[in-house]
């Protein structure tokens, strides 16, 4: 579904070069989940923007379904770090789900069945005519989780999203994930610098090293299909996983 | 009692202050007291008057204000949505905007003669520039997610503008009509004090020139009574317009 | 939006390459004709006009005149401000008595006062300080109301449970605090104060640069007017300049200034 070859990223501004991406290949299958894990600054950001055709990238390329990624594809979707930021303020909850699918055209009662749904599946069915400054952050990653399933997308690129809320709230938010991405069978790539949350959420964890970033290791979840919360977390074989990785990036850390 | 108390909060220091009016006009021929400023009052505006002087007057002002909001918001978007054109036009911008606008009044009399055209082009000039400036900065300070946002689920053209370019922008485009509004009464006067047989600003001046001194008070008065009321309107439609902007709080960063 | 990161001297080059656009409009547009030279002269002529003005000393006078009546009526109105501001502030119930008759004063427009200023004084600088004074007063009290409020009310009762006396708790605590919003006040006023000092010419006649762009214009000497307003264009911006500095001057070591950008 999605391929990522040889992708390379250098940051040029008048007085500063960075180059935070060196080379990334790798690809996600149609309908897998994919988490993406690495220490802060490794540039996962760069490598999601440059994904959704938000950054034009140094070299290398991004092809989905075949066809090169050159600007933002019309059946992805994003949920981006800074999710406050990203939902309009003087639009309600209801306003900022429906506006990418008035965008897209769809008649208003399929319209308006989709936020209907969407919202219900994220537990937000009664905020739907409060704005997004009168909810909790959570509730506003919430929301921004909403309108990316009422687009219907093909692609869901996630980037960091559960950074700022509490572990309760996390811990529901995941499943929330798991749940969306189970029915909807959307392909999806998840990133995180939380390695647990790497675990216990993918089919496949994408290690990357600190700047300038390669790909440390590309490691399959042999866990079972049905993850929860106690079960998951307490089998040996999560804890291997975890310490594996744990180990791969405390390694790159050194060899840096 | 509560009310009480309000109500001599809210008019305890007026009252006095029209007090003091009454005593020191006495017998004062540049002051006159208070009862005769209300009767000139209302002998003077609440007649004809109000049809011939100050209602075209407050027409150019609107007519004047609309025209400058939309060249101001049309060209600040334009320039706010492009780095280069604001880098190149920044300073000529700031430039203008440091003229004091009523200078401006003998440079259009001299090439739009002395009628309406002159004084709504007065008006127009003058309100443009803070319109204009504040427009270009509130674009510039557009939030980058939200356009990011925008690109990714395919907000563009005229939905992008009216949705996230004009809404986004619009505390500081506010600002710049809040700012434009107080020179926009100015310029009304200013222009209608220079070579004008009509208007607000013509007649304050007339009662001036032929001492007719209670009238010319209450001409003072009117206009206070006018900034007063624009003031209080575009309070109202601020409220509206920035209700989600004062909720969030963004305000009082 | 891609923002491609614009260097300092990108902008600057950009910003010249305007301003030399603008100049060449000027000149080319009276001169192939598309609008009349006697209602538009071509740049060169206008800044050769300008050139020869600021060879006599009449213009410099003019000048003069004109930033006398704009410093003095701002430092009039701010000191009034501010000694009012802060008195309305720290007596308890002054704010509340008085909010209505503010909330009416401010909103009248300081040009309502030309015929009394006429009247009163004639042509004359006390013509231009009663217009200066008027209107950039409210612009600071506003502000200086606005930092008084600001002043954290925990802060307030530690520094009386301290036994701090009223004059310390102004020195120490107060004027601090309300330190940025008196320069944001400041700077409004002054471009404010500079508007009124120009009209107060233009209209009542006060001598200065005003006045001079009136002559100018009743004897018909267009290219004059032009290079009149362009010198009071420039003027205006060197006030901005020069009160911009000052601000960043007195709030250099106050701790509000990293966060506080823009207003
Ligand atoms: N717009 C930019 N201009 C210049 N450098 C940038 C820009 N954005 C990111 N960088 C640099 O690129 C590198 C990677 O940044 P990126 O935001 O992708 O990291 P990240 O892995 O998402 O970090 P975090 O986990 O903290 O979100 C950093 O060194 C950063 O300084
Ligand atoms: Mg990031």
């Known amino acids: 579904m999605l391929e990522i070859s040889e992708l390379r990223k250098v940051y040029e501004s008048p007085n500063r070069v960075v180059e935070a991406i060196r080379s990334l290949t790798f690809s996600v299958g149609e309908g897998e989940l994919v988490c993406v894990v690495g220490p802060s600054g490794c540039g996962k950001t760069t490598l999601l923007r440059s994904i959704a055709g938000l950054l034009p990238v140094s070299g290398g390329e991004v092809r989905l379904a075949g066809s090169p990624v050159t600007g933002p594809p019309p059946r992805m979707a994003v949920v981006f770090q800074e999710y406050g930021r990203s939902l309009f303020p003087w639009m309600t909850v209801r306003q900022n789900v429906e506006l990418p699918l008035k965008e897209k055209r769809v008649p208003p009662s399929r319209r308006a069945e989709l936020v209907a749904d969407s919202l219900e599946a994220v537990g937000l069915g009664d905020a739907a005519d409060a704005h997004p400054w009168q909810l909790s952050g959570g509730m506003q990653q919430r929301v921004a989780i909403a309108r ?18 509490d572990a309760q709230t996390r811990a529901d938010l995941e499943d929330l994930i798991l749940r969306l991405w189970r029915d909807l069978g959307v392909t999806t790539l998840f990133v995180t610098h939380d390695i647990d949350e790497a675990v216990y959420l993918g089919q496949r964890v994408i290690v990357l090293s600190s700047s300038p970033t390669v790909i440390m290791e590309d490691l399959k979840v042999d866990l079972p299909a049905e993850r929860d919360q106690l079960t998951t977390r307490s089998l040996p074989r999560f804890g291997e996983l975890r310490g594996h990785i744990y180990e791969q990036i405390q390694r790159a850390r050194e060899a840096r | 009692m509560r009310a009480l108390r309000r109500a001599v909060t809210w008019f305890g220091l007026p009252v006095l202050l029209v007090l003091v009016w009454w005593l020191v006009s006495g017998g004062s021929f540049y002051l006159p007291d208070p009862l005769k400023v209300v009767r000139a009052f209302w002998d003077t505006w609440v007649s004809a008057r109000a049809f011939e002087d100050v209602l075209p007057s407050l027409g150019r002002l609107l007519l004047g204000y609309v025209a400058a909001t939309l060249l101001g918001v049309g060209l600040g978007v334009l320039v706010g949505l492009s780095p280069r054109l604001r880098a190149t036009l920044e300073p000529v911008l700031e430039f203008f905007r440091a003229i004091p606008p009523p200078v401006l009044v003998p440079l259009l009399m001299l090439l739009a003669g002395i009628d309406t055209p002159m004084k709504v082009l007065v008006i127009v000039s003058g309100c ?13 300070a557009l939030d980058e997610v939200l356009a990011d946002t925008c690109r990714m689920y395919g907000v563009r053209g005229g939905s992008r503008l009216r949705r996230f370019v004009l809404r986004g922008a619009s505390p500081q485009i506010m ?3 809040r700012q434009a509004l107080s020179i926009g009464i100015i310029l009304m006067v200013i222009s209608e004090m220079f070579a004008s047989s009509s208007g607000l600003g013509f007649t304050i001046v007339l009662f001036q020139r032929q001492f007719q001194i209670a009238e010319m008070w209450s001409g003072i008065l009117l206009l206070g009574l006018i900034g007063l009321a624009l003031s209080f309107l575009f309070r109202l439609l601020e409220r509206r317009v920035l209700s989600w902007y004062y909720g969030s709080g963004a305000a009082r960063a | 939006m891609s923002r491609t990161p614009f260097g300092a001297r990108r902008r600057l080059l950009y910003g010249l390459a305007g301003l030399a656009g603008l100049l060449a409009l000027v000149e080319a547009v009276p001169r192939l004709g598309l609008v009349d030279e ?26 003069g005149e004109t930033l006398i009546g704009w410093a003095l009526g701002l430092a009039i109105a701010f000191f009034l401000a501010v000694a009012i501001g802060v008195v309305i502030g720290i007596v308890p119930g002054l704010r509340a008595a008085t909010t209505s008759t503010i ?28 217009l200066v004074v008027y209107a950039s007063f409210w612009q600071v009290l506003i502000q200086v109301l606005y930092g008084v409020a600001a002043v954290d009310s925990v802060a307030y009762d530690t520094a009386r449970s301290y036994g701090l006396g009223s004059w310390s708790r102004v020195r120490h605590l107060i004027w601090p605090t309300a330190l940025p919003y008196v320069m944001t006040g400041l700077r409004l006023a002054a471009a404010v104060a500079f508007i009124l000092a120009v009209t107060a010419e233009l209209v009542i006649g006060s001598p200065g640069l005003g006045a001079e762009i009136q002559v100018a214009q009743s ?7 032009y290079a009149l307003i362009v010198l009071a264009g420039l003027v205006g911006i060197g006030v901005n300049v020069a009160v911009r500095f000052l601000e960043r001057r007195v709030l250099s070591w106050h701790p509000s200034v990293r966060s506080e950008a823009t207003t």
């Open chain 1, 148 to 165: 990316a399933v009422a687009y219907e997308p093909q692609v869901l690129l996630m980037d960091e999203p559960f950074a700022a809320v």
């Open chain 2, 128 to 140: 443009v520039w803070p319109i204009l400036l504040n427009t270009v900065e509130g674009v510039r």
């Open chain 2, 175 to 177: 600002a710049g009509l």
């Open chain 3, 38 to 63: 006697r209602y538009l002269p071509p740049a060169t002529t206008i800044l050769a006009t300008l050139a020869r003005e600021l060879a006599t000393a009449g213009l410099w006078i003019a000048l």
């Open chain 3, 103 to 130: 909330e009416f004063l401010r909103p009248i427009p300081s040009v309502a006062l030309v015929p009394l200023a006429t009247l009163l004084y004639g042509p004359s600088l006390s013509s231009t300080l009663l």
């Open chain 3, 219 to 225: 004897s018909g000497a267009v290219p004059a007017v």
